[in-house]
């Protein structure tokens, strides 16, 4: 059986970010971010966190069901989510938190590439498929290393990968508005994307007057919450497209607000 492509696109998505972190000094690396002033560490160190969760969820599932009790024990006594990640990982921070991070990718690739597509796995939310499961992983680690691209100056370059976060986005047009108690509008907003290949995607029926149209990595920047709307050359027609585009939220958990026009660029290099 072939492995699953999702599982190496998340692992080239994490590399991608590990060779932007690698040599970084100490002091970057406890620089805050535009992201609730994490700082880089604490970027690594919630990726690699639930990276190993959503490895237990596939291979321990009663390992996992601990890992969530401590969890909500010590949110539910009072702890932050990012002081929880870091008593989780012993308090590691700058090289060795990176080394901890990058060495487990390997295994966990092998581990999901090898795993049944369809299998359904256990999560904080709802169950979902293992290829679900990893495709959730490469979204929020190329949502979270923007905030790392952006402190750094360093202008992304983007692959064909993030196919996998443009179908996230796609498919959760109903789930944006549901976490907000709201009935989805129709029509879905047709959706032509370019690639960064320069390839066109097209999602949902045609139409002239529910529509968004420009960069595929500009769809995923809005409906990732790395950046607003506003903040974007995305072309939005419509009034659903619109409405969407404001709230756009292709992940799990409360409803969420976009940051702010302007709040979230990348910076410029000294």
């Not at 009072?78 to 990640?85: D, I, K, R, V």
């Not at 995607?201 to 709307?229: D, H, L, M």
Request: aromatic share 8%; proline share 5%; with cysteine.
């Amino acid at each position: 059986m072939d492995k699953m492509q999702q599982a190496q696109d998340f692992r080239d998505e994490s590399e991608a970010l590990y060779e932007l972190v690698k040599d970084l000094t100490e002091e970057q690396l406890a620089a805050p971010t535009a992201f609730k002033g994490w700082t880089i560490d604490n970027v690594i160190g919630h990726l690699h966190v639930w990276n190993y969760a959503a490895d237990l969820a596939l291979t321990d599932p009663d390992a996992f069901q601990e890992y969530l009790t401590q969890l909500r024990d010590k949110t539910g006594a009072g702890a932050t989510l990012a002081e929880f990640e870091s008593e989780y990982i012993g308090g590691l921070t700058k090289h060795p938190l990176v080394t901890l991070w990058h060495d487990y990718l390997e295994g966990m690739t092998e581990r999901f590439g090898a795993a049944d597509p369809a299998m359904r796995v256990k999560w904080a939310g709802p169950d979902m498929s293992v290829r679900s499961s990893i495709t959730a992983r490469l979204m929020e680690t190329w949502a979270h290393g923007q905030e790392v691209y952006d402190l750094l100056g360093t202008v992304r370059q983007n692959a064909d990968r993030i196919r996998n976060i443009v179908v996230l986005g796609a498919n959760t047009y109903g789930w944006t508005f549901a976490v907000r108690r709201q009935q989805p509008p129709a029509p879905v907003p047709h959706l032509i994307l370019t690639a960064p290949s320069g390839e066109v995607w097209s999602y949902n029926e045609p139409s002239a007057t529910e529509r968004i149209e420009g960069a595929a990595e500009e769809f995923c920047q809005v409906v990732t919450q790395v950046r607003n709307i506003a903040d974007t050359d995305l072309k939005v027609t419509g009034a659903n497209a619109a409405l969407w585009m404001s709230i756009a939220q292709c992940f799990a958990g409360v409803a969420s607000q976009p940051p702010a026009p302007g709040t979230r660029v990348t910076l410029q290099r000294n």
